[in-house]
């Protein structure tokens, strides 16, 4: 008997969320829109199918060949750095979504990006000056161009 391992069980979730979705989308958005075209839950249908038949290859995939992906990523510096940069940005995302509740979307924006510069050792200034101007520019870019309401 094989072992369990990881990517079998991340497959097997991965594929019950994708054919809870499935069910989801197909018993409850409409098939066909008004004018023929295609309704509200082809693309909602075809990333679940897609997300299944990927699900389903990783489990088969760690059934006939376990692999131990992440064994000795820590004793490398190199990697570990890499590691503790995605952690980093992971974090860094996960404040700006609990800031951007508190604070206006400018200064949640600004502090996003900041700390993307930081993580990634950009210069101070060349910081500042790259997340107040990208900030700006999506903020136009959405509340001016788009008509989505951001909160100031």
Do not use: H
Not at 65 to 86: C, H, M, N, Y
């Amino acid at each position: 008997m094989k072992k369990i391992t990881g990517d079998t069980i991340l497959g097997a979730v991965f594929a019950a969320a994708a054919a809870i979705m499935l069910w989801l989308t197909n018993t409850t958005l409409p098939s066909k829109a008004p004018m023929g075209d295609p309704g509200a839950r082809i693309f909602p249908t075809g990333v679940s199918i897609a997300i299944l038949i990927l699900a389903v290859a990783v489990i088969v995939r760690s059934v006939r060949k376990p692999i131990r992906g992440f064994e000795g990523v820590l004793q490398d510096p190199e990697k570990k750095q890499s590691a503790t940069r995605a952690l980093l940005v992971f974090l860094d995302l996960a404040l700006f979504l609990l800031l951007w509740n508190y604070i206006p979307f400018l200064a949640a924006g600004f502090i996003f990006l900041f700390l993307q510069c930081m993580i990634f050792r950009e210069k101070l200034l060349f910081s500042v000056i790259y997340s107040a101007s990208v900030t700006v520019a999506l903020y136009v870019m959405f509340s001016v161009f788009l008509k989505v309401r951001l909160n100031l």
